[in-house]
């Protein structure tokens, strides 16, 4: 087939040459947004003189039977086509002639790209946010309805102090609305049109880029038009949120793979979120949260490979630019498949309030509670802290726990120990007696409720 740059060529291209410059087996995946563009091309190119109506009309006619053929799956995306762009350029000049080969008129596939994978982040990014708003929104929901679940927070995963099962949900809640805000960060530097920069120095017609820019609804224009073709970051941008949010889901993975262990139990998932052994038949795995765990390093992986091929090169455009989209593309599959899979493991998991009480009562969980009593009492911190440590050091040698400790055992270690520590050592009163904002007392934990609806409201 010839090649639609093959004016100046007398030789066709090796084998390899064909083998190694392929990419619409990846880039058909533009085709809508390839074809939003060329209508949005054509459309400014007929405004501003540059071709008729009937061949802006022959041109839109032929780009929707386009569309109709790939969606049904008539259409026959050609190799040695190279790229998604030559495929239907080439089919339209097939479906109706020189309107089609007019098309290209004033633009360069360098721009066309670039305009392309734009557009792509910028549909994308819509999905992303509603599947992102949905897992905050569980992961509020879990946290209503647990808020009187008390369980041991962990430093060095050594049980630490006592917290709420709801401000521990919470905590990832803001974590991920974050991720929001880095999401929503990529779409405003993505929202910027190129189109229309040509291969790198503008055009030697008189076209007008604000057409284009409005009709792909485009914030802005990108002013230069060595940038439009060269420039990146837009994709870098997407790949960093997609790789802080695989980070903290996977974060959370582990902690869900924890807790759901036998020695934990803190959470059971149900059948439906769960895989068995072919060999070991009492095995439940949690491999949804595993996989989201283990795709983190691909998502890493996508940034890396983006940011080593920018790195020294050259302006304007580079072949090098092709390889931008796997990587694009394989991170936002994965993203939204990690986040779909966390919401779904949330709405079958079950909260074992009982065993995380256990484990919040049997681990001197309210040590500092009691070094807290002590300084209130009096006592200067440090000493109270010295003091409190005694005990627990007592209990360990005497194989107790702090609510088998007696008055008289307990007041041979201070004088202020009066009646009332018993209340103090009691892991569920304990988070009710932190007061600084945003700790893990109820009150707390219901504003941070409330201001989290507020973003979910808000990007809904
Ligand atoms: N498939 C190419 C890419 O993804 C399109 C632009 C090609 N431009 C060129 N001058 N060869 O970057």
Same mark, same amino acid.
């Given at each position: 087939?010839?090649?639609?740059?093959?004016?100046?060529?007398?030789? /066709?291209?090796?084998?390899?040459?064909?083998?190694?410059?392929?990419? &619409?087996?990846? $880039?058909? %995946? =533009? @085709?809508?947004? #390839?074809?939003?563009?060329?209508?949005?091309?054509?459309?400014?190119?007929?405004?501003?003189?540059?071709?008729?109506?009937?061949?802006?009309?022959?041109?839109?006619?032929?780009?929707?039977?386009?569309?109709?053929?790939?969606?049904?799956?008539?259409?026959?995306?050609?190799?040695?086509?190279?790229?998604?762009?030559?495929?239907?350029?080439?089919?339209?000049?097939?479906?109706?002639?020189?309107?089609? /080969?007019?098309?290209?008129?004033?633009?360069?596939?360098?721009?066309? &790209?670039?305009? $392309?994978? %734009? =557009? @792509?982040?910028? #549909?994308?990014?819509?999905?992303?946010?509603?599947?992102?708003?949905?897992?905050?929104?569980i992961?509020?929901e879990t946290?209503?309805k647990n808020?009187?679940v008390?369980m041991?927070?962990?430093?060095?995963?050594?049980?630490?102090?006592?917290?709420?099962f709801?401000?521990?949900m919470?905590?990832?809640?803001?974590?991920?609305?974050?991720?929001?805000?880095?999401?929503?960060?990529?779409?405003?530097?993505?929202?910027?049109?190129?189109?229309?920069?040509?291969?790198?120095?503008?055009?030697?017609?008189?076209?007008?880029?604000?057409?284009?820019?409005?009709?792909?609804?485009?914030?802005?224009?990108?002013?230069?038009?060595?940038?439009?073709?060269?420039?990146?970051?837009?994709?870098?941008?997407?790949?960093?949120?997609?790789?802080?949010?695989?980070?903290?889901?996977?974060?959370?993975?582990?902690?869900i793979?924890?807790w759901s262990s036998?020695?934990f139990r803190f959470i059971r998932l149900s059948d439906k979120v769960t895989?068995?052994?072919?060999?070991?038949?009492?095995?439940k795995?949690p491999?949804?949260?595993?996989?989201?765990?283990?795709?983190?390093?691909?998502?890493?992986?996508?940034?890396?490979?983006?940011?080593?091929?920018?790195?020294?090169?050259?302006?304007?455009?580079?072949?090098?630019?092709?390889?931008?989209?796997?990587?694009?593309?394989?991170?936002?599959?994965?993203?939204?498949?990690?986040?779909?899979?966390?919401?779904e493991m949330l709405k079958e998991m079950t909260v074992n309030k009982e065993r995380m009480?256990?484990?919040?009562?049997?681990?001197?969980?309210?040590?500092?509670?009691?070094?807290?009593?002590?300084?209130?009492?009096?006592?200067?911190?440090?000493?109270?802290?010295?003091?409190?440590?005694?005990?627990?050091?007592?209990?360990?040698?005497?194989?107790?726990?702090?609510?088998?400790?007696?008055?008289?055992?307990?007041?041979?270690?201070?004088?202020?120990?009066?009646?009332?520590?018993?209340?103090?050592?009691?892991?569920?009163?304990?988070?009710?007696?932190?007061?600084?904002?945003?700790?893990?007392?109820?009150?707390?934990?219901?504003?941070?409720?409330?201001?989290?609806?507020?973003?979910?409201?808000?990007?809904?």
């Amino acid at each position: 087939m010839k090649k639609l740059w093959g004016g100046r060529f007398e030789d /066709k291209p090796s084998d390899i040459t064909e083998r190694i410059s392929v990419s &619409v087996h990846y $880039d058909k %995946r =533009l @085709y809508k947004q #390839d074809i939003r563009g060329s209508k949005a091309h054509a459309e400014m190119l007929n405004k501003c003189g540059i071709i008729s109506i009937e061949d802006f009309e022959q041109i839109k006619k032929g780009l929707s039977q386009i569309e109709d053929e790939i969606e049904s799956g008539k259409f026959e995306f050609k190799r040695s086509l190279e790229d998604v762009h030559m495929n239907i350029e080439s089919r339209l000049t097939e479906l109706v002639g020189d309107a089609g /080969k007019r098309l290209h008129t004033a633009r360069s596939r360098n721009d066309q &790209v670039a305009t $392309d994978t %734009r =557009l @792509y982040i910028k #549909d994308e990014i819509i999905e992303i946010k509603a599947l992102l708003t949905d897992l905050i929104s569980i992961l509020v929901e879990t946290a209503e309805k647990n808020t009187e679940v008390v369980m041991p927070g962990y430093t060095h995963l050594q049980v630490a102090q006592p917290v709420r099962f709801s401000h521990h949900m919470l905590a990832h809640a803001w974590a991920l609305s974050r991720d929001l805000k880095r999401l929503l960060f990529a779409l405003d530097i993505a929202d910027s049109s190129p189109l229309g920069a040509g291969a790198l120095a503008g055009v030697n017609y008189s076209t007008d880029r604000t057409i284009t820019q409005k009709l792909l609804d485009f914030k802005s224009v990108n002013m230069n038009s060595m940038d439009c073709v060269a420039d990146r970051d837009y994709m870098l941008d997407v790949l960093y949120f997609c790789s802080v949010c695989a980070m903290h889901l996977s974060r959370f993975s582990e902690e869900i793979i924890l807790w759901s262990s036998s020695e934990f139990r803190f959470i059971r998932l149900s059948d439906k979120v769960t895989t068995g052994s072919s060999i070991m038949p009492q095995k439940k795995n949690p491999d949804l949260a595993e996989l989201i765990r283990g795709k983190t390093g691909r998502v890493y992986g996508n940034m890396i490979s983006l940011f080593t091929v920018l790195k020294g090169l050259p302006l304007a455009y580079n072949r090098d630019l092709q390889e931008d989209k796997e990587s694009l593309f394989d991170s936002i599959d994965t993203i939204k498949l990690s986040i779909e899979a966390m919401i779904e493991m949330l709405k079958e998991m079950t909260v074992n309030k009982e065993r995380m009480r256990q484990a919040v009562f049997s681990n001197y969980s309210t040590a500092t509670d009691l070094a807290d009593y002590l300084a209130r009492k009096g006592l200067p911190f440090r000493e109270a802290h010295e003091v409190s440590g005694s005990i627990v050091k007592f209990c360990e040698t005497s194989g107790k726990d702090f609510f088998s400790l007696t008055l008289e055992e307990i007041k041979k270690f201070s004088d202020c120990f009066e009646s009332d520590i018993v209340e103090i050592l009691n892991p569920e009163n304990s988070t009710e007696r932190k007061l600084s904002l945003g700790s893990t007392s109820l009150s707390e934990v219901r504003k941070q409720i409330i201001e989290l609806k507020n973003i979910i409201e808000k990007n809904r």
